[in-house]
């Protein structure tokens, strides 16, 4: 029930494509999504984040879709760059309790 | 203003051997987080202090480590004695008391390697 299952593991993407990583959750209990991006050598840095009252949030190049009934939820990078090219987590938690992190995402966004 | 951080950023131990690693949180974050990070894999929680009390450290193997926060402000978690199992990154994160945004900041890490 604690689980955050992400996929897929690794994902190459050509300059200017988009970029798509989902995520799949099963504690229902869950109220807040973040995303994390980690670059080599430093920690994760929180990227976007959404709660379970809306079924999208966007900033700038970066979505989060959303779906409570299926317990899934997705980033999308448009136009994506090669100075996006790191690891994506997604995380998933009940408000004020333990963040529970997906495996990552390795993205290499290729010129 | 300050980031989270860490110290030292790499160790190599021989096994049975202690280590020490040292965290400095945001100013003004009252709580302060340890994680683990073995190669390819996503942050673990070990240990979670609000202030000075640890409030969840059920991922902690207290057979090995230890972890303080004194004052509620620098916290240093410690491994004796270090197993070739324990090589990994050791996050150390803060955040505020403002739940809304949730936001974990993370420091650079402690990378272990038990040889």
């Known amino acids: 029930q604690q689980q955050v299952k992400q996929s897929p593991q690794s994902l190459i993407v050509q300059k200017g494509g988009i970029s798509i990583i989902n995520c799949a959750y099963e504690?229902?209990?869950?109220?807040?999504f973040p995303w994390y991006q980690q670059f080599p050598g430093k920690g994760p840095a929180l990227l976007i984040a959404?709660?379970?009252?809306?079924s999208e949030k966007k900033e700038g190049r970066f979505t989060i879709s959303f779906n409570k009934s299926a317990k899934q939820f997705s980033l999308h990078i448009m136009d994506s760059q090669p100075g996006d090219s790191a690891t994506y987590f997604c995380?998933?938690?009940?408000?004020?309790?333990?963040?529970?992190f997906g495996q990552g995402t390795t993205l290499q966004v290729k010129p | 203003e300050a980031g989270v951080v860490q110290s030292p950023r790499y160790k190599i131990i021989e096994k049975k051997q202690p280590v020490a690693f040292w965290c400095n949180p945001i100013?003004?974050?009252?709580?302060l987080y340890w994680y683990l990070q073995n190669l390819g894999q996503g942050p673990e929680l070990l240990i979670r202090?609000?202030?000075?009390?640890?409030?969840?450290d059920s991922q902690l193997p207290k057979d090995r480590f230890s972890a303080e926060r004194l004052k509620g402000v620098d916290s240093t978690l410690k491994i004796q004695p270090a197993e070739l199992g324990d090589s990994a990154v050791y996050l150390c994160?803060?955040?505020?008391?403002?739940?809304?945004?949730?936001?974990?900041?993370f420091g650079e890490g402690s990378r272990l390697t038990v040889l």
């Open positions: 994160a803060s955040s505020s008391i403002n739940r809304e945004t949730g936001e974990l900041f």
């Open positions: 504690n229902t209990a869950f109220d807040y």
């Open positions: 959404i709660r379970p009252d809306v």
């Open positions: 995380a998933a938690s009940k408000t004020a309790g333990k963040l529970i």
């Open positions: 100013s003004g974050h009252n709580t």
């Open positions: 202090y609000e202030n000075e009390e640890a409030v969840d």
